[in-house]
């Protein structure tokens, strides 16, 4: 297991790497480590120092679906909430990334849940791009026959 921390800043190796391959774009050597990291067990399901963001909050952020999809398949908790409230769908959801959004309605995200502003992912949505994609993934997942074929679709 990896140490979870770093002292001083109070933030893991995968906040670092997260932050590194935003700094740099799409930068290979970055995204490796990043992908690593969590391959080898590092800590998914934690806040930063501030209480803000989960290095999945981060990622849903981020232009970067296939590392969404690595952390989902190794069960970082899809609705970990910040202090706020906020989780990784409604970060995916302010930011446009619909590649993220569908990742994680399709690995579990409650849509419903509310932040201390009693808003949702929905509500956060800028574009009607996304509020058509996010009705568009909640009918699917609420649809019961489809909601049993995700399920065995989802990989093991």
């Not at 067990?41 to 952020?61: C, N, Q, V």
């Not at 909430?81 to 930011?95: F, Q, R, W």
Request: net charge positive; hydrophobic share 40%; with cysteine.
């Amino acid at each position: 297991m990896l140490m979870p921390r770093t002292k001083k800043f109070g933030e893991t190796a995968l906040f670092k790497a997260i932050e590194r391959r935003a700094s740099f774009g799409e930068n290979k050597v970055c995204a490796d480590i990043v992908r690593l990291l969590i391959e080898n067990h590092a800590t998914l399901d934690i806040l930063d120092i501030d209480g803000k963001y989960s290095p999945l909050m981060k990622l849903a952020r981020k232009k970067q679906p296939e590392l969404v999809q690595l952390m989902i398949e190794k069960d970082a908790d899809v609705d970990l909430s910040s202090k706020g409230g906020d989780t990784p769908l409604m970060h995916a959801a302010e930011n446009g990334r619909t590649e993220n959004i569908k990742l994680l309605i399709e690995g579990g995200a409650d849509w419903g849940l509310k932040n201390k502003f009693g808003k949702t992912a929905m509500d956060l949505a800028r574009t009607a791009e996304v509020r058509e994609l996010l009705k568009s993934e909640i009918q699917k997942q609420t649809n019961p026959f489809q909601r049993f074929f995700n399920l065995l679709m989802r990989p093991f």
